[in-house]
């Protein structure tokens, strides 16, 4: 019986055998870029931000929450789109009435319109918010990534000093800070949120950094004599900013309950100052003869605060590799 050479052999397997399916598989392998699944050389990788996006879109408490703070930094801005009148336009006559036409909030002690009075202090409130995170943000940053990174003596005294603030009560540093404070702008406010939020920032900055520079990048980019300031800006600070974003996000929302709470207290904003706080203020007297007067402005400030945490968690989930 003559000998079959390899190809009779495969034949003789006949179409569907184990030879014939292994040589399909080897065809297919080589015809998909980079390998099996696609995740070879052509296969661009993805970056931690690039992921974070993704997964941040398809989040639904991301969606709703930035569609929250997304309308209430629209009506900051320009509140007359959907309020028409002067929340300092008042009529004694119409003191503590309820909801009238044209009047769906009713209105206050004063017979000020509480809907146009909810609508303009969103102004207040988020400016402090904002203005605050960034501040904070900028100078902890700054202060705690330059300690992380050099260490030493400059690392020994932020320590030192961050543990001073930290021994400070918020409340009462607030009432003895802005009790001298006769301005009834935001600024005051921002300030003194500043000055005692910056801490908390710089604690996680320096963490992260310490934790950025011991990776092989930034020691293979220091051994081919990258100076420092390169290295801190081109390498540690682009992985080391993620826990900054959002610390600073969940704080935002504290931030703007902080200025409510001062402002309930009668240190924060003052009148003719339009806020929530101080509204909530004038309205805690009334709560059993007109409780609509604390309900919207305290509705309001509850729904902006759990928006901005919502956020943060939805951003903490989504720049956090270990969640994924």
Request: net charge negative.
């Amino acid at each position: 019986m003559p000998e079959q050479t390899p190809d009779e052999a495969i034949s003789a397997a006949g179409a569907g055998g184990p030879t014939d399916l292994a040589l399909a598989e080897g065809d297919s392998l080589e015809k998909t870029p980079g390998g099996p699944g696609g995740t070879g050389p052509d296969t661009k990788p993805q970056s931690l931000w690039s992921d974070a996006w993704r997964d941040l879109r398809r989040n639904p408490v991301f969606i709703i929450s930035a569609l929250i703070i997304l309308f209430l930094v629209v009506i900051s801005i320009w509140p007359q789109l959907i309020a028409s009148g002067d929340p300092l336009d008042c009529d004694l006559g119409k003191a503590q009435e309820g909801s009238q036409p044209g009047h769906p909030f009713g209105f206050d002690g004063q017979g000020c319109d509480v809907y146009t009075r909810v609508v303009y202090g969103a102004r207040n409130s988020v400016t402090v918010g904002i203005c605050s995170t960034l501040g904070v943000a900028l100078i902890g940053s700054v202060l705690g990534g330059l300690a992380g990174f050099f260490g030493g003596w400059w690392d020994a005294i932020l320590s030192r000093l961050t543990d001073i603030f930290f021994g400070i009560p918020v409340v009462l540093g607030g009432l003895v800070f802005l009790s001298v404070v006769t301005s009834s702008t935001v600024w005051p406010v921002v300030g003194f949120i500043v000055l005692l939020g910056w801490p908390q920032i710089a604690r996680i900055a320096r963490g992260s950094v310490i934790t950025a520079k011991h990776n092989d990048y930034v020691q293979a980019a220091r051994a081919l004599g990258a100076s420092n300031g390169r290295m801190m800006l081109r390498h540690i600070a682009p992985n080391a900013v993620a826990p900054v974003i959002v610390v600073a996000t969940i704080a935002l929302g504290t931030y703007i309950s902080l200025e409510a709470t001062l402002s309930f207290l009668g240190v924060g904003l003052k009148p003719p100052a339009v806020s929530w706080g101080i509204d909530i203020s004038a309205a805690s007297q009334y709560i059993r003869n007109a409780p609509h007067m604390l309900l919207w402005p305290a509705g309001a400030l509850a729904v902006t605060v759990l928006a901005f945490i919502m956020l943060g968690d939805a951003v903490r989930d989504a720049l956090d590799p270990k969640l994924r």
